[in-house]
């Protein structure tokens, strides 16, 4: 008899991670404005109560792609993405009078070993809605980080100076996640 196991999901203190996962069926998972800043609160929240810092996020309607690291060992990634996902599905059911499940399986999780990536990575969830022709540019979606990145700072869910902090400069983060004819090398 063989059993198949999970991947282990290296979560530990100072680990980086694309964390995605999209609607059962690739349904929506998002059916109006209220359900998207509903998570994107719920995210804050848990984010804040397991010490996760968001690097960059972008909610679409059928799915959505999350880069974070986890800051500490006391608690991890696991626990965040269950109580975001958790506290969002029973929302979305009693609100919509829905029942089982919205997902489509487990949320992937991609450890992101190597530094030269994390650029990367940022401008390819920030680019879904570009891509999905949701958008024109990166900012003119709300629910991403795009708009706190590129625009005034204002630190919401994202640490803006740390993103910073993968870039020459906030100019050349600003001057490569704007543009368009840079293309993405990697599948994330």
Not at 3 to 13: L, N
Not at 23 to 50: H, P, V
Not at 67 to 86: A, G, P, R, V
Request: proline share 3%.
């Amino acid at each position: 008899m063989h059993f198949i196991m999970d991947k282990p999901r290296h979560y530990y203190k100072n680990t980086y991670h694309h964390l995605y996962n999209r609607g059962a069926n690739i349904t929506l998972i998002f059916y109006e404005s209220e359900n998207y800043l509903y998570f994107l609160r719920k995210m804050k929240f848990c984010s804040d109560k397991y010490k996760i810092k968001i690097l960059s996020y972008c909610l679409m309607p059928n799915h959505f792609h999350i880069f974070l690291k986890q800051t500490t060992d006391e608690f991890s990634i696991t626990l965040f993405i269950s109580s975001l996902l958790n506290s969002y599905v029973k929302s979305i059911n009693k609100k919509y009078v829905h029942s089982g499940t919205l997902f489509e399986s487990k949320t992937k999780s991609k450890h992101i070993e190597d530094e030269s990536y994390f650029v990367w990575i940022i401008k390819y969830i920030l680019e879904n809605p570009v891509k999905a022709n949701l958008a024109d540019s990166i900012c003119d979606w709300d629910f991403s980080n795009a708009k706190d990145l590129i625009g005034p700072r204002k630190e919401n869910l994202t640490d803006i100076k740390y993103v910073e902090s993968f870039f020459q400069s906030r100019e050349s983060m600003i001057e490569f996640l704007m543009d368009k004819k840079i293309k993405v090398p990697y599948e994330f």
